[in-house]
Nanobody, 118 residues
Framework: QGDPGESGGGSVQAGGSLKLSCRAPRIILSVFWEDDYGWFRQAPGKQLELVASSSSGGNTQYVDSVKERFIISRDNSRKSVYLLMNGLKPEDTAVYYC?????????WGPGTQVTVSS
């Protein structure tokens, strides 16, 4: 059904913002409606961490370290999921991955680098 791809990473100074996008271009809209999405990140030397998730039922969850700074959202017209990251900190530096889950099958994107300098 299609691996997603991420975009929107880059380098910013602390306090700045970035918006990551995730899209699996080959899926149809009805599949997108059933997808659950998660944004993960992995910093050098650290384990993969779930940052934010968005279920097909509309529920969203965040890891405590990004609450009130990051917002996950979905755009049905573009079959896309976004992660708006505000108030970025150096500890947010990591490779960010999008994972879509469809009927117990997980599909991962290749990741996009986010670097926050102090």
């Amino acid at each position: 059904q299609g691996d997603p791809g991420e975009s929107g990473g880059g380098s910013v100074q602390a306090g700045g913002s970035l918006k990551l996008s995730c899209r699996a271009p080959r899926i149809i809209l009805s599949v997108f409606w059933e997808d659950d999405y998660g944004w993960f990140r992995q910093a050098p030397g650290k384990q993969l961490e779930l940052v934010a998730s968005s279920s097909s039922g509309g529920n969203t969850q965040y890891v405590d370290s990004v609450k009130e700074r990051f917002i996950i959202s979905r755009d049905n017209s573009r079959k896309s999921v976004y992660l708006l990251m505000n108030g970025l900190k150096p500890e947010d530096t990591a490779v960010y991955y999008c994972r879509r889950s469809y009927r117990r099958q997980d599909y991962w994107g290749p990741g996009t680098q986010v670097t926050v300098s102090s």
